[in-house]
């Protein structure tokens, strides 16, 4: 298994940016994929976007294409979710989970079996 701790979330100003980490540890020499979710108070869970193992492929939804960029560094075992232009429909807990398989576009969760504690996001109006 895949353990998984992200950090980097807080309070920000709308139009601010945040860089959220996901560390990985344990199974870290196989290779998976990140993905990251988000959760607003009374909300289903959404996909925001995932990165492959080698880092060559990445996909955001639409939502927050432009604004929010995804990267890795192997080396270190973390994944990054860098924020931009954040807007106040941006608040949410965000996820990172791990996946042993990556299909671009694929937004569901049934295939990430490893999940992180989640970090707050709050962007202010």
């Known amino acids: 298994q895949v353990q998984l701790v992200e950090s980097g979330g807080g309070l920000v100003q709308a139009g601010g940016s945040l860089r959220l980490s996901c560390a990985a540890s344990?199974?870290?020499?196989?290779?998976?994929?990140i993905g990251w979710f988000r959760q607003a108070p009374g909300k289903e869970r959404e996909f925001v976007g995932a990165?492959?193992?080698?880092?060559?492929?990445?996909y955001v939804i639409d939502s927050v294409k432009g604004r929010f960029t995804i990267s890795r560094d192997n080396a270190k075992n973390t994944v990054d979710l860098q924020m931009n232009s954040l807007k106040p429909e941006d608040t949410a807990v965000y996820y990172c989970a791990a996946s042993f398989s990556y299909i671009y576009g694929r937004t569901s969760d049934d295939t990430y079996n490893n999940w992180g504690q989640g970090t707050q996001v709050t962007v202010a109006s």
């Open positions: 344990g199974r870290t020499n196989t290779s998976y994929s």
């Open positions: 990165i492959n193992w080698g880092g060559d492929s990445t």
